[in-house]
Every structure is written in structure tokens, then in C-alpha cells.
């Protein structure tokens, strides 16, 4: 077999075999400068895992920030103002592989009446 052949294909498969370790980036959004009611302060949480079969498959591992913020702002509910965000990660052991978990937790103000219209 040709020597660079051989080459570029153990390159192609660590590239491939790399490619499932890339996790999608999340940006904390800023919230909008809405007037807020700081005395009605309430915590918020959100949690996503994903697995890794057989230590090197990942299953729904990459996008667990994106659905934790998600869960996150839809506990929140419309309109409110998000802050101090706190993130913790979890994982466990299982037989065949490892359960990763994130979770987010943060505060919710309600918007102030008025400045809803």
C-alpha cells in the first residue's frame, strides 16, 4: 500500500473520531435593559445530559449547554431578567459508559407592570 495513502487515511480517521468531541458553544445572552422588579427574585434552574457509549460515542453530549440554557430561560419565562448564572457539571459511570450533566441555575426578575406595555 501506498505510504502516503496510509497516511491520509489515519488522518482522515482522527479527524473523524475527533469530530464528535466538539460541544456547541452558548453565549449567555444580555438581557434587555427593561425595568425589573429586584425585590421579587426568584431561582431558576435548567439541566441537560448526554452520554458517552462505550467511552467514545457521544450521545446528545454536545448540545447539553445549548438545551440546559434553553430549559434555563423557558423557567424563566417571557420577559424576565436573567442573572447570575452559575454553571456545575455532574457526571456518573454506568456500565457501558459515562453520563455527563450540566446544570444551570441563576435568578429570574419579573418585569415591572408598567414596562410591559
Known amino acids: 500500500m501506498n505510504k502516503t495513502l496510509a497516511i491520509m ?3 482522515f480517521i482522527l479527524f473523524a473520531a475527533s469530530a464528535g468531541c466538539v ?3 452558548v453565549t449567555f445572552k444580555s438581557m434587555p435593559d427593561n425595568k425589573y422588579d429586584a425585590t421579587k427574585g426568584r431561582t ?3 439541566s441537560a445530559c448526554g452520554f458517552q457509549l462505550l467511552f467514545i460515542i457521544p450521545i446528545r453530549i454536545n448540545d447539553r449547554y445549548e438545551r440546559a440554557y434553553a430549559e434555563l430561560l423557558n423557567d424563566a419565562g417571557p420577559g424576565a431578567y436573567v442573572t447570575d448564572i452559575n ?3 455532574r ?3 454506568g456500565l457501558v459508559g459515562t453520563a455527563y450533566c450540566t446544570d444551570l ?3 429570574a426578575y419579573p418585569q415591572l407592570t408598567a414596562a410591559i406595555n
Open 91 to 93: 457526571w456518573k459511570y
Open 44 to 46: 431558576i434552574t435548567g
Open 23 to 25: 460541544g456547541t458553544p
Open 87 to 89: 454553571v456545575s457539571e
Open 105 to 107: 441555575k441563576a435568578t
Open 9 to 11: 487515511q489515519i488522518l
